[in-house]
């Protein structure tokens, strides 16, 4: 009964998935620390950057994945009497009682050399951590104005690295895609030449395909990082169930490139990527030309880059074969104008 009642009294003050002290307890301390018998006391908040991005494209167990290794990352860089806690989805909280300014930047100084100890470890998720503090200056303290400067001073770094969070983020889901073996060595680099080339003699502007088709040649298929690899690799035709969940994601990509200011500008290609010229694809049933040029040039260059490359699930195609199958869906999956400018134009430059 007493082993039952310690665990109990364990559950109700720590974090389940870190095992640090979790919110209540966090509160409870504070109120302590107020007394004014600690003082100089120090707060630092560490917030996780780019969690939620990472829970909604790849999922939450890479999330907490990450969460774990971050707690571990800060309670290295604490003294044991300081007081670690877990508040919030992604955010930890540290007082440190007797904590004078140099204390404390040093403190944050070994977060940070600890974040760096852990990326060197090439994880399968960067983990960077936006930090703030704040230190009292009063002997009778006043806890909650405390907490919030910190809390100010943590979102302002946030925010001066913003950009840079979440390419980091985007970066590693491509990464992971590689992992999976479904962007195979060299398919961006061919794709995006083919990409550039068709779109060069279909009419498109150059300010308009250099850059932003280059980055969606890379990361088209980003939303793909969140899809099961049974799913993707699967030999056997998919069930209705699991056509629906690699459906998914144009969705996810979008998303994702809704959250990165670098591929902001390809967000919308990314959801329509895979819409049929017959308007049989999805995720909008667009037909025609409702869906962007940009889309019906990628649609063609990946199949045809996806045919004639070895793939988990089956063998490369041909080229000849390839250009059959391309012929075949010309009106249905592919523009057709556009799969004759591929064949007659780039097939014969390039001498593929």
């Known amino acids: 009964m007493l082993v039952m009642e310690e665990q109990l009294k364990y559950l109700s003050l720590h974090d389940p998935l870190t095992g640090l002290y979790n919110r ?5 301390e504070m109120r302590r620390l107020g007394s004014g018998r600690f003082s100089p006391v120090g707060i630092v908040i560490c917030d996780v ?4 991005l990472i829970n909604d494209s790849v999922g939450h167990d890479k999330g907490d994945a990450l969460l774990i290794a971050a707690a571990e990352v800060i309670t290295k860089a604490f003294r044991t009497n300081d007081m670690i806690a877990r508040i919030g989805g992604d955010e930890f909280a540290i007082l440190i009682p007797n904590g004078n300014i140099d204390t404390v ?7 940070k050399e600890q974040i760096n100890i852990y990326n ?3 994880p399968e998720f960067t983990l960077k951590i936006s930090i703030g503090y704040a230190v009292s200056s009063d002997s009778v303290i006043n806890m909650e104005g405390l907490f919030k400067e910190a809390d100010n001073n943590m979102y302002r770094e946030k925010i001066s690295h913003r950009q840079n969070i979440y390419g980091t983020v985007v970066q590693d889901l491509a990464k992971a895609l590689e992992t999976k073996d479904f962007i195979k060595e060299g398919h961006a680099d061919r794709i995006q030449k083919l990409v550039i080339r068709l779109a060069e003699v279909s009419g498109l502007p150059e300010k308009r395909y250099v850059k932003d088709l280059n980055l969606f040649a890379r990361y088209h298929d980003v939303g793909k990082a969140g899809i099961p690899e049974y ?9 209705n169930t699991e056509m629906a969940t690699i459906r998914q994601h144009c ?3 979008y998303r994702i490139a809704q959250s990165a200011p670098e591929l902001l500008p390809i967000a919308d290609w990314i959801l329509k990527h895979q819409e049929w010229w017959n308007g049989e694809g999805y995720p909008l049933g667009l037909k025609g030309e409702e ?3 940009e889309c019906r040039i990628m649609s063609i260059v990946d199949a045809y880059d996806a045919m004639t490359n070895n793939r988990p699930y089956r063998k490369a195609m041909s080229r000849e074969e390839a250009v059959k199958e391309l012929e075949r869906l010309a009106g249905s999956q592919f523009d057709p104008e556009l799969v004759k400018l591929f064949i007659e134009t780039i097939m014969e430059e390039e001498n593929l």
Request: proline fraction near 6%; include cysteine.
């Open 24 to 28: 209540a307890y966090f509160e409870e």
């Open 49 to 52: 950057d780019g969690l939620k």
């Open 105 to 111: 930047e040093k403190a944050c100084q070994r977060v």
């Open 120 to 122: 060197g470890t090439s």
């Open 231 to 239: 799913i993707l690799f699967k030999r056997e035709p998919l069930t």
């Open 251 to 253: 969705d996810i990509g």
């Open 291 to 293: 869906i962007p040029l």
